[in-house]
Nanobody, 122 residues
Framework: QVRLVESGGGSVQAGGSLRLSCTAS????????IGWFRQPPGKEREGVAR????????YYAGSVKGRFTISKDSAKKTVHLQMDSLKPEDTAMYYC???????????????WGQGTQVTVSS
């Protein structure tokens, strides 16, 4: 059973920073690629950042590249999303997600946490 729990959302002014955390169950962390998605109000869910598990390479959506950083703490089975230089358009529900070990695209991800809200005001 895939288990993902997000934390760290909140409200911040434009230009500020937030760090999201996703804690996975042991099996989920070991057997899956982990990533972050977001769903802005009234829009489709979109991939933000992800790991490619076999090599731990990182991939980012163009809209967040250079501002967001995905990282992990294997001892705690936790994946973080550091979000800097936040913009109002980053406002969304953010979801931690798990995909197959060899997932090569955001479309491969199939399992989701409950989400955490991020609101950026101008």
């Amino acid at each position: 059973q895939v288990r993902l729990v997000e934390s760290g959302g909140g409200s911040v002014q434009a230009g500020g920073s937030l760090r999201l955390s996703c804690t996975a169950s042991t099996d989920t962390y070991r057997s899956n690629s982990i990533g972050w998605f977001r769903q802005p109000p009234g829009k489709e869910r979109e991939g933000v950042a992800r790991f490619y598990r076999p090599t731990d390479s990182t991939y980012y959506a163009g809209s967040v590249k250079g501002r967001f950083t995905i990282s992990k703490d294997s001892a705690k089975k936790t994946v973080h999303l550091q979000m800097d230089s936040l913009k109002p358009e980053d406002t969304a529900m953010y979801y931690c997600a798990a995909g197959p070990y060899y997932a090569t695209t955001f479309a491969d991800f199939r399992y989701w946490g409950q989400g955490t809200q991020v609101t950026v005001s101008s």
